[in-house]
Protein backbone atom coordinates (compact mmCIF):
# COMPACT_ATOMS: atom_id res chain seq x y z
CA UNK A 1 0.00 0.00 0.00
CA UNK A 2 3.06 1.84 0.82
CA UNK A 3 4.41 2.09 -2.28
CA UNK A 4 1.83 2.20 -4.57
CA UNK A 5 -0.68 4.19 -2.84
CA UNK A 6 1.01 6.63 -0.43
CA UNK A 7 1.63 10.52 -1.75
CA UNK A 8 5.01 12.09 -0.50
CA UNK A 9 4.22 15.32 -2.00
CA UNK A 10 0.88 15.74 -0.24
CA UNK A 11 1.09 13.15 2.38
CA UNK A 12 -1.96 11.50 2.29
CA UNK A 13 -3.00 7.75 0.61
CA UNK A 14 -4.35 7.92 -2.58
CA UNK A 15 -7.65 6.57 -3.73
CA UNK A 16 -6.75 4.67 -6.89
CA UNK A 17 -4.14 4.79 -9.23
CA UNK A 18 -4.58 4.62 -12.87
CA UNK A 19 -4.09 0.99 -14.17
CA UNK A 20 -3.65 2.45 -17.86
CA UNK A 21 -2.22 5.98 -19.55
CA UNK A 22 0.08 7.49 -17.23
CA UNK A 23 -0.28 5.06 -14.43
CA UNK A 24 -1.52 8.69 -12.17
CA UNK A 25 -2.31 8.67 -8.53
CA UNK A 26 -5.87 10.21 -7.21
CA UNK A 27 -4.39 12.53 -4.90
CA UNK A 28 -7.11 14.40 -3.34
CA UNK A 29 -9.23 11.75 -1.13
CA UNK A 30 -11.94 11.32 0.68
CA UNK A 31 -12.13 12.02 4.59
CA UNK A 32 -12.63 7.63 4.18
CA UNK A 33 -9.68 7.32 2.73
CA UNK A 34 -8.03 9.43 5.47
CA UNK A 35 -10.09 8.22 8.48
CA UNK A 36 -9.83 4.27 7.16
CA UNK A 37 -6.08 3.80 7.41
CA UNK A 38 -5.79 5.60 10.70
CA UNK A 39 -8.27 3.38 12.51
CA UNK A 40 -7.04 0.19 10.75
CA UNK A 41 -3.38 1.47 11.95
CA UNK A 42 -1.43 0.67 8.48
CA UNK A 43 -0.29 4.19 8.63
CA UNK A 44 2.75 5.11 10.50
CA UNK A 45 2.84 7.87 13.42
CA UNK A 46 4.06 10.44 10.60
CA UNK A 47 1.59 9.64 7.78
CA UNK A 48 -1.45 10.08 10.18
CA UNK A 49 -0.14 13.32 11.28
CA UNK A 50 0.39 14.31 7.71
CA UNK A 51 -3.11 12.96 6.42
CA UNK A 52 -4.39 14.72 9.40
CA UNK A 53 -2.85 18.20 8.61
CA UNK A 54 -4.19 17.88 4.76
CA UNK A 55 -7.73 17.57 6.54
CA UNK A 56 -6.54 21.10 8.16
CA UNK A 57 -5.49 23.10 4.69
CA UNK A 58 -6.94 20.67 1.56
CA UNK A 59 -10.21 19.90 2.88
CA UNK A 60 -12.80 22.61 3.59
CA UNK A 61 -15.40 23.62 6.25
CA UNK A 62 -18.72 24.86 6.64
CA UNK A 63 -18.69 28.33 7.27
CA UNK A 64 -21.00 29.48 9.84
CA UNK A 65 -22.92 26.30 10.38
CA UNK A 66 -24.18 27.48 14.08
CA UNK A 67 -23.61 30.74 15.67
CA UNK A 68 -24.31 29.47 19.15
CA UNK A 69 -20.77 27.46 19.25
CA UNK A 70 -17.71 28.52 18.42
CA UNK A 71 -14.66 26.17 17.48
CA UNK A 72 -16.70 23.90 15.79
CA UNK A 73 -15.02 22.53 12.40
CA UNK A 74 -17.71 20.57 9.76
CA UNK A 75 -15.85 19.25 7.23
CA UNK A 76 -17.24 18.47 3.57
CA UNK A 77 -16.10 15.33 2.47
CA UNK A 78 -13.68 16.19 0.24
CA UNK A 79 -12.24 18.92 -1.66
CA UNK A 80 -13.28 17.92 -5.45
CA UNK A 81 -15.10 20.08 -7.57
CA UNK A 82 -17.37 20.19 -8.71
CA UNK A 83 -19.95 19.10 -6.28
CA UNK A 84 -23.01 17.59 -7.99
CA UNK A 85 -20.36 15.13 -10.34
CA UNK A 86 -17.71 14.72 -6.93
CA UNK A 87 -17.62 13.21 -3.60
CA UNK A 88 -17.78 16.71 -2.31
CA UNK A 89 -20.76 16.35 0.23
CA UNK A 90 -21.69 17.14 3.77
CA UNK A 91 -22.06 13.58 5.95
CA UNK A 92 -22.48 13.95 9.57
CA UNK A 93 -20.78 10.14 9.77
CA UNK A 94 -17.81 11.33 7.81
CA UNK A 95 -17.11 14.06 9.87
CA UNK A 96 -17.52 11.63 12.55
CA UNK A 97 -15.05 9.23 11.76
CA UNK A 98 -12.51 11.74 11.05
CA UNK A 99 -13.22 13.14 14.51
CA UNK A 100 -12.04 9.89 15.68
CA UNK A 101 -8.84 9.98 13.41
CA UNK A 102 -7.70 12.86 15.46
CA UNK A 103 -8.41 11.40 18.78
CA UNK A 104 -6.76 8.59 18.00
CA UNK A 105 -4.14 10.13 16.67
CA UNK A 106 -4.07 12.53 20.13
CA UNK A 107 -5.26 15.89 18.98
CA UNK A 108 -7.65 16.18 20.98
CA UNK A 109 -8.81 19.62 20.49
CA UNK A 110 -9.78 19.10 16.71
CA UNK A 111 -11.51 15.84 17.45
CA UNK A 112 -13.68 18.17 19.97
CA UNK A 113 -14.36 20.64 17.13
CA UNK A 114 -15.11 18.33 14.57
CA UNK A 115 -17.19 16.10 17.31
CA UNK A 116 -19.35 19.18 18.41
CA UNK A 117 -19.98 20.22 14.38
CA UNK A 118 -21.57 16.99 14.34
CA UNK A 119 -23.86 17.27 16.82
CA UNK A 120 -25.02 20.92 15.32
CA UNK A 121 -27.21 19.06 12.37
CA UNK A 122 -28.55 16.09 14.92
CA UNK A 123 -29.79 19.09 17.14
CA UNK A 124 -31.10 21.18 14.12
CA UNK A 125 -32.24 18.79 11.40
CA UNK A 126 -35.63 17.44 11.32
CA UNK A 127 -34.31 14.19 11.22
CA UNK A 128 -30.78 12.63 11.87
CA UNK A 129 -29.24 10.78 8.66
CA UNK A 130 -27.85 11.90 5.31
CA UNK A 131 -28.91 15.04 4.19
CA UNK A 132 -29.37 16.75 7.55
CA UNK A 133 -26.35 19.48 7.33
CA UNK A 134 -27.21 20.46 3.45
CA UNK A 135 -31.59 21.03 5.00
CA UNK A 136 -29.85 23.27 7.36
CA UNK A 137 -27.45 25.27 5.51
CA UNK A 138 -30.50 25.81 2.16
CA UNK A 139 -32.99 26.99 5.08
CA UNK A 140 -30.65 29.94 5.52
CA UNK A 141 -29.28 30.47 1.65
CA UNK A 142 -25.48 29.78 3.12
CA UNK A 143 -23.12 27.68 0.90
Known sequence: MNEQ???ADTGV?????????YGR?????????????????IATDEQV?????????????????????DNIDFKYSSNRLPEYYSSDGLYV?????????????????MGMKQFRACLVPLMKGSSAGQGTVQHILKSRFIK
Open 13 to 21: FGEVKERFG
Open 93 to 109: EEVMNNALAYFENGQRE
Open 5 to 7: LWN
Open 25 to 41: LNAAPDLSSIYTPVDMG
Open 49 to 69: YQMMRFTDYAVPSVANLDKIW
